[in-house]
């Protein structure tokens, strides 16, 4: 029941909390419940659908791509996308 990444994490698209490179898979840090029914992986960012339809997301943000209301700062854990 543990969402897990590994690999590049300098714009925190690992979702562990961390900037730093990942070998082994690191668990996800969420506050809703993640059991993921989806998930879309980029280089750079990542979106997950949670257990009650909410939409996730953590990574790069510089031009709001994350879908958060007026933020573009990277996400280093999963956050909520409002208006799902």
Known sequence: GTMVCTGFNEYGQLGDGLQSNQRVPVG?????DISAMASGVGSKSNLAL????EVL???LNSDGQLGLDNETTPQLALSLVSGF
């Open 28 to 32: 996800v840090l969420a506050t809703v």
């Open 57 to 59: 997301a953590w990574g």
């Open 50 to 53: 949670g257990a009650n339809n």
